[in-house]
């Protein structure tokens, strides 16, 4: 470990040194220097992070290859929970709930699939291991057998429709797992990286350290078995599809999708040749390829890519000797794949020009490499050039996914087409909120509804008086010394990272209130700031209307409160159809009363004293208070229901502790890129709502994802 502490150390200062400009004195040597410093502090620690085999290489640019370790694969059988709302849908067809990573890759290796494939060196080619992947690589091999077995362009159009046609077929087992999986580990990302930034909050800069924290969650990630695709492989990975969106350089190695956080290609190594399912390939071969945001492509939206090594010469030598480019590593690489027609997954980066984003990596598919040629580059310098053209028979990226790619997101709400409101608040939020319809020609009819920021409470409804809250003075520090942090476990729920986020979801948040000593920016009041990313009210065609993010919202940032009048659920019995209610069932989904779940995966949180003590039998079936978002409301009430949502419930208790009336507001369950709709579950339970004539009323549900339950009640 001490050489990690010195790798981790020295990388650290070297990056933070640049950035405060130690070394912009214009001297490029130096500069360089320093670079090369922390490409070794760097590779040194990943290396040591990733605890694989040391190849070296004669590029320094490519000096280190990391292999990850191999994953034991032990075939235990991993629970899937059920509960009584659940209890009609098929085993295979519940909806999944966030067990950990291990129970589902454990899971995948139980029921056959290969998916996650620790056990058999990294290459999915068995017939006889239906899945997603094993279905693709045995097209290759059935469709023809005097193909290679990295044919994948053959590949790609006999298994068109079980792995690229997502949509339009049914959602299987195998598939479901991959992307349940995919979710869980970036979700595990998410977790560690808030606990880390949780240690550092005391740092002034944190905020900037993301780098060292990625090296550190990842070491965390190998640790724990984390990393979802352990072994490096060629071709799509399940669960990842085209068009999905990294958020940064570390998801991908968390996924195990590109192994490398600094360089562009991640390639398999010689020894590979050695393993039998990689016979007769040379190696090394890329699998994978990171085409960054400064990487000059005029040819952004056709099929075709032209690809330079970002180094572009190699510094052998002394420092300022640099010489033609030779066919050597990341050059070889690529003549490797272009000469055995092995694609290469490649992956765009944009930097983002939104709140708190900072480059977002979308997936465009498999290319393969058609040609190479010199050219002169940087002083007249020899640079090799390779063009990469995509495989046919893949999915276009939506228009979405290119705009998000981009960071581009439609501009002003003035210059948008379509625009119906340019703000549905009037003035009442800091941010405007246009509502925007390009579906079709429903005009947006706001009689009858006032917006509000704030809850309104219904006359027959009485308000405990506000609790006894903390004797902070200015901000809350200390946690010990913080009575309301004392109610969350002794910690506080909430990181000062990217404005605030909440670190997991709890059963109740207890935040600071109008009787705590502390002011407005205490770190405790995180959800009472208002909405501040950029929302927009947008047609959809089956969903009536909808919520979308402009910006990238954060994994555990608080994007909205549901607002409406606070009312008994009892004066609802005679209300025929309020598709706005909010059931206040904090209690009911802690406790399971009637089925409820708790919110947001299988999290498991201590009960406060305060919430145990209060009897299951007191519980009605149906929550006492809800929120009706009828006639009041704010932006939430057009938040839609969704079986795989990107937003979850928190309960939160600001000014009283009782839970029966607790807030209820919407955060970011992962990183949601600009333009995704923003959807949470409702939690209805199948059978539920029962129509005046007295028959039960079903309500399909359109949320067009994998795992739809598609029933919303
Ligand atoms: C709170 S409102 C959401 C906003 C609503 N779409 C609108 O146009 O005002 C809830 C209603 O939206 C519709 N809805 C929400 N999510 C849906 C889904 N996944 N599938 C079908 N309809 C949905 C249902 O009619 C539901 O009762």
């Known amino acids: 470990m001490g050489w990690a502490k010195w790798a981790y150390e020295a990388w650290y200062i070297t990056t933070e040194k640049e950035r405060d400009g130690d070394y912009d004195d214009g001297n490029?040597?130096?500069?360089?220097?320093?670079?090369?410093?922390?490409?070794?502090?760097g590779?040194?620690?990943?290396?040591?992070?990733?605890?694989?085999?040391?190849?070296?290489?004669?590029?320094?640019?490519t000096?280190?290859?990391?292999?990850?370790?191999?994953?034991?694969?032990?075939?235990?059988?991993?629970?899937?929970?059920?509960?009584?709302?659940?209890?009609?849908?098929?085993?295979?067809?519940?909806?999944?709930?966030?067990?950990?990573?291990?129970?589902?890759?454990?899971?995948?290796?139980?029921?056959?699939?290969?998916?996650?494939?620790?056990?058999?060196?990294?290459?999915?080619?068995?017939?006889?291991?239906?899945?997603?992947?094993?279905?693709?690589?045995?097209?290759?091999?059935?469709?023809?057998?005097?193909?290679s077995p990295l044919d994948y362009e053959a590949s790609v159009q006999a298994s068109n429709h079980t792995v690229f046609n997502g949509s339009n077929s049914s959602p299987s087992l195998d598939r479901k797992s991959a992307y349940a999986l995919v979710k869980e580990t970036i979700r595990t990302f998410n977790?560690?990286?808030?606990?880390?930034?949780?240690?550092?909050?005391?740092?002034?800069?944190?905020?900037?350290?993301?780098?060292?924290?990625?090296?550190?969650?990842?070491?965390?990630?190998?640790e724990t078995n984390s990393i979802m695709y352990p072994r490096k492989r060629f071709g799509h990975l399940p669960g990842i599809d085209i068009g999905y969106q990294f958020h940064s350089r570390a998801e991908m190695v968390a996924l195990g999708f590109h192994s490398h956080l600094l360089y562009d290609i991640d390639y398999m190594e010689e020894y590979c040749?050695?393993?039998?399912?990689?016979?007769?390939?040379?190696?090394?071969?890329?699998?994978?390829?990171?085409?960054?945001?400064?990487?000059?492509?005029?040819?952004?939206?056709?099929?075709?890519?032209?690809?330079?090594?970002?180094?572009?010469?190699?510094?052998?030598?002394?420092?300022?000797?640099?010489?033609?480019?030779?066919?050597?590593?990341?050059?070889?690489?690529?003549?490797?794949?272009?000469?055995?027609s092995v694609p290469i997954r490649v992956v765009r980066g944009h930097e983002a020009n939104s709140l708190h984003r900072e480059s977002v990596y979308t997936y465009h598919g498999l290319y393969k490499v058609?040609?190479?040629w010199t050219d002169k580059g940087l002083a007249g310098l020899l640079v090799y050039k390779f063009r990469l053209r995509r495989l046919e028979g893949q999915p276009k990226l939506t228009t979405n996914q290119v705009f998000s790619t981009k960071g581009d997101t439609f501009g002003a709400p003035s210059k948008l087409p379509g625009v119906l409101c340019m703000d549905i608040s009037g003035g009442k939020e800091e941010i405007r909120i246009p509502v925007i319809n390009l579906v079709d020609d429903t005009p947006f009819v706001a009689t009858g509804f006032t917006y509000s920021r704030f809850i309104q409470v219904a006359e027959n409804v009485d308000l405990p008086p506000n609790a006894d809250g903390c004797k902070c003075n200015g901000n809350c520090m200390h946690p010990k010394n913080c009575a309301c942090a004392q109610l969350n476990g002794s910690k506080f729920p909430y990181v000062r990272h990217n404005g605030g986020r909440l670190k997991k979801a709890k059963d109740v948040v207890f935040e600071c209130g109008p009787k705590c000593g502390c002011g407005p920016d205490c770190i405790n009041r995180i959800s009472q700031r208002g909405i501040k990313y950029q929302?927009?009210?947008?047609?959809?065609?089956?969903?009536?209307?909808?919520?979308?993010?402009?910006?990238?919202?954060?994994?555990?940032?608080?994007?909205?409160?549901?607002?409406?009048?606070?009312?008994?659920?009892?004066e609802l019995d005679n209300v025929d159809v309020n598709d706005y209610i909010f059931e206040i069932d904090c209690l009911h989904t802690i406790k399971g009363i009637e089925g409820r779940e708790r919110r947001f995966g299988a999290v498991s949180v201590p009960l406060c004293d305060h919430i145990e003590k209060i009897k299951d039998g007191y519980l009605e079936k149906t929550p006492e208070f809800c929120i009706d978002a009828s006639t009041i409301g704010n932006v939430s009430r057009y938040i839609n229901h969704s079986c795989e949502p990107n937003l979850?419930?928190?309960?939160?208790?600001?000014?009283?502790?009782?839970?029966?009336?607790?807030?209820?507001?919407?955060?970011?369950?992962g990183s949601i890129s600009p333009l995704q709709e923003l959807t949470y579950d409702y939690g209805y339970q199948l059978d539920s709502v029962i129509g005046r004539d007295g028959k039960v009323k079903e309500q399909p549900c359109f949320c067009g994802t994998q795992d739809c339950r598609k029933r919303l009640y």
């Open 370 to 372: 058609m040609e190479s």
């Open 273 to 340: 040749s050695e393993m039998e399912e990689y016979k007769g390939l040379t190696f090394p071969l890329a699998v994978a390829i990171v085409l960054s945001s400064e990487f000059d492509d005029p040819q952004e939206d056709s099929e075709d890519v032209i690809y330079t090594d970002q180094v572009g010469h190699n510094h052998i030598g002394s420092e300022k000797e640099i010489n033609n480019q030779v066919v050597f590593y990341s050059n070889l690489v690529l003549k490797n794949n272009m000469e055995q």
């Open 43 to 61: 590779a040194a620690l990943l290396l040591l992070v990733y605890r694989g085999p040391l190849t070296r290489n004669s590029n320094p640019s």
């Open 28 to 41: 490029d040597t130096k500069k360089r220097r320093l670079r090369r410093k922390r490409r070794w502090c």
């Open 535 to 570: 929302l927009e009210v947008f047609r959809t065609l089956d969903k009536g209307w909808a919520v979308r993010t402009k910006d990238f919202i954060p994994s555990g940032a608080p994007v909205c409160e549901y607002i409406g009048i606070l009312k008994r659920t009892d």
């Open 648 to 669: 979850f419930v928190q309960c939160i208790l600001s000014t009283h502790h009782d839970v029966r009336l607790a807030r209820i507001v919407l955060f970011a369950a």
């Open 191 to 222: 977790t560690y990286y808030l606990q880390l930034v949780q240690k550092m909050d005391s740092c002034a800069e944190h905020v900037k350290a993301s780098e060292q924290f990625d090296l550190k969650v990842l070491s965390k990630m190998l």
């Open 63 to 147: 000096f280190f290859s990391i292999q990850f370790g191999i994953m034991d694969s032990g075939l235990v059988s991993g629970q899937r929970r059920c509960s009584p709302r659940l209890k009609d849908i098929p085993r295979t067809k519940r909806p999944y709930y966030g067990t950990s990573p291990k129970v589902l890759r454990q899971n995948a290796n139980v029921i056959g699939n290969n998916d996650v494939n620790v056990s058999n060196g990294g290459l999915h080619l068995d017939p006889q291991t239906p899945n997603a992947a094993g279905r693709y690589s045995t097209a290759t091999t059935t469709v023809d057998d005097t193909s």
